[in-house]
DNA sequence: TTGATAATGGAAACCATTTTCAATAAGAAG
DNA sequence: CTTCTTATTGAAAATGGTTTCCATTATCAA
């Protein structure tokens, strides 16, 4: 019976020890929300979600955690030009790899896990030429289509 | 002799009218900036670089007028998460079609064109079938790299 | 030239994110 | 289990890029 006790499910503790960092409460309610959730929170989303069960825990831990994250290459950060950043677990369980639609309008992002397959090949490829050109240790990537949605087009 | 008095330099007057928009003292000197950059300015920066010439342009404007020339799908603005936005102008003039690798430590960015044909391809059709499933009005694109560059890797 | 109204600029307001700092808790060592 | 070092935290205050307000000015169709 391996690790009864602590037995704080998921493994998210090691992968935080492992690059130096502690595993926390905070941390690991963050960790939670982002991998249960299937969509892209923003910083008070998540504060809030994880306010429901450790009241206690600061909106400004909740940042500090997030680029934390952003930096061990877990999270990616988006920005959909609504002033406020959003964050994703990659390979977030629940919905897959995808991609965005940005209306430059309303500010909404549709997902899309379109062509996925075909970007695949070609980022993979893409990714281990520039990290030896650049010298860049890429950990993730993000595409966005700028337009207009079909509500925002009718408005004009 | 076509268009002589006004001869206001380049056609972005047609193009702001052909929208139901004027164009101004102001705007024109934004593109002006913008057209002779081969570097991705942020409001600021293109504040300076007017106020050299108009002393009385104001950042407010030019804020306004970058936010209209996004929507209007003529520049794009990036996040490279430093906390200010950066714009470019579609094809501008200078460097041509790019993309950016983004280090997450200290939110440089470098820009690359290497496999800019292969991705146009494969961009060229996906946003094809992307506006018409999602009726999206796509005007452009952006595909960003994220990790560490060279120096804030060997400084962990 | 004129008039309707889009556009402007300066100051004030906004508000997401960051910084400060004293208090707290993780985890290695004994 | 207790101790000790120091990473982490939370609350409040500060920051600073971007927006909003509004009286004034300028564009351009008629």
Same mark, same amino acid.
Not at 107 to 128: C, M, P, Q
């Given at each position: ?112 896990? #379109?062509?996925? @397959?075909?970007?695949?090949? %070609?980022?993979?490829?893409?990714? $281990?030429?520039?990290? /030896? &050109?650049?010298?860049? #240790?890429?950990? @993730?990537?993000?595409?966005? %289509?700028?337009?207009?949605?079909? $509500?925002?087009?009718? /408005? &004009?």
């Amino acid at each position: 019976m391996p690790g009864r006790r602590g037995m704080r499910s998921s493994g998210w503790g090691g992968k935080f020890r492992g690059c130096g960092y502690r595993m926390t409460v905070p941390r690991q309610s963050i960790m939670d929300v982002l991998s249960v959730t299937n969509k892209h929170l923003s910083a008070e989303d998540i504060y809030m979600e994880v306010h429901k069960i450790y009241s206690n825990v600061g909106l400004t831990t909740v940042y500090r955690t997030l680029e934390l994250l952003t930096q061990m290459g877990l999270v990616v950060k988006f920005d959909f030009g609504d002033g406020r950043a959003r964050y994703e677990l990659i390979e977030g369980s629940k919905s897959g790899h995808h991609h965005h639609l940005v209306c430059t309008g309303c500010k909404r992002s549709i997902e899309y896990t #379109d062509f996925i @397959n075909e970007e695949t090949e %070609f980022l993979e490829r893409a990714e $281990k030429e520039l990290s /030896k &050109k650049y010298k860049f #240790d890429i950990k @993730n990537h993000i595409i966005q %289509f700028y337009g207009l949605c079909d $509500k925002c087009r009718e /408005k &004009k």
